[in-house]
């Protein structure tokens, strides 16, 4: 089985999770400066939850290309992937109305670890598929990023309870830590 | 003429049906877990439909993948199954405010039932225009999986009128017995 | 310059009109038969609209698999095309408050009546890019159906303002004559 | 890295940006010229970001069309770019209602320009990826195009604070401006 028709349907998935985000964006109530100050917790919200998305599409269209053969096992996978992600949205507009307080920011956190492991779990059945020598396995290796930004927002959730803050500072530098290009499928694509 | 342009059709139009489903997902009303807890009859109702898609669309993969030629009774069947598929949505949101009640949880099975009618004739169509002997007529076989869902989908209905929670169990049922992987299409894929 | 692109993003935009058109349904405010009879009207007007944008993306695509080459004339006429195309859901929003009225029947005809234009022009700049003796314009020959069907939109726009059940029933027509296949696309791709 | 699944991605991105805009469109409330009357500025709102994202797509298509590889710059100035066009439609909203005011008119035009930037920035990493003799560096030329736009873009912006329809005025000039057909890749494609 092909990857193409798979990638395709995730691509549009993400891509309107991405506008449905920017659909929920309110105007500002007037035209002064102070009416667009009290947009900007939903701004920064949005280019977060943007952001995130932003950073999956780029990972799976990386993973999608390294491997050769997918299996049923990936499309569930996929799917339980997505499902995490089309959360997302309702998730911004809670954290929009609701960001000083603790249960929106564990909430957020908690759906990112799940999609994290979702994730991580679409990995390993591309793996299972290509082979421990196939171009994913060798390019994924020991996966130290991943386990990273799962450890992180695993610690989110519970700083949220001291202060959301902690929680966001520590979301913003999962997002930092991946926006820097992946270079092991650089390396992998030289090689 | 392939399949291809349908494909990709069916896949966005699907795509963004899971994504509207997101969309009308509402934040809780509040910071506790009270509030999250309002908001899971919702919840359950939008992963019971997410898993109905889903499978359609994998379904649809399957189906299409195995076929080499349509005519424009494919393209009509396949405009009628979207059809369907595209008030799932609103039938989603009668069911999360209305749940309890016979006439929304029959009318959701009445779509399932047809959306699943409609997903027979357009495999049907697939047969005729790819012949007894293609790949797609031997995948098929003698359907008993989508025979029994639409036996399921019907006494759903009916059962709705005693208790909305007996047609619940049976349509999870359905999606339950599609979620196992088809194994008649791997089968073919072996050979 | 080939015509994939294109036709991959107009693909999308009507795939999200007609899913857009499924989002403005509203849920029967109740759970009796009579609160779905209320949303009958809705329900109807939905159809047409569904319909007319599918009949778009079935011709659309025969056409498009027809030329071999386009031009930036094709370019600009298709996007006016998905610029009309897109108003469809706001007229279905607003026949389906104000059906029985004259003028929202009557633009309704008119948007349908410059989207066929819109598509008569695409097709011109198709036939121009590949020449008089391509297959895409022995294909559409004279194109009688084209013709009527503008024919029967303004008719429909002069007759909404006797009665816009008149009008209705033009555009039904009209959706009904496009739903037979056709058969000059059958014809050439069999020869 | 080719560029077929950014084009995908970024094509469906901007395929619902346009109809999240028709979607944001209101019907008139009532049945006569002056309901549909009061409608027009909000139509005409929608008609210039229509186009905007229009010519968005179009120009998107030739340069990507025009390179053969990408890099990992490219991905980035990529979703940057589709950020800022995912503001058009709550600027559309907001323009929709406050026309007359001088921010909102200034904040079109900013978000115009830093998507005109992002653009500039994408069409850079893509002659780096290609080299200073590829058809991407000699059909992109000394960009004179692209320059003028940002000049008219960030005038309006300061004339907004004059007048909000001299801003008007210089960005239906840009739209104008890109309507007519790239001289600079039909040339190329010829050659």
Redesign the interface.
Known sequence: ?GTG?V???S?????????????E????N????AA?RAQLPGLLVY?LS?VFI?IY??NH?HVM?AADRMS??T??AN?LL??WL??I???T??LR??YQ????AA?YGAVALVAGASFNVLVRTLIRANGQDSAIARAIGSDVKGKTSMALYATGIAAAFISPWIAYGLYVTVALMW?V?DSRF?RQ?RA
């Open positions: 089985m028709r990638e395709a349907f691509d549009s998935v993400m891509a309107v999770i991405i506008t449905i985000l920017a659909f964006l309110r105007p500002p007037g035209v002064d400066l667009v280019v943007f932003g599409w780029n269209h290309r049923g096992a499309m569930c799917l997505l499902f089309s959360l949205p309702v998730l507009l809670w109305d609701d307080h603790a249960l929106p909430t926006f290009p650089t694509s």
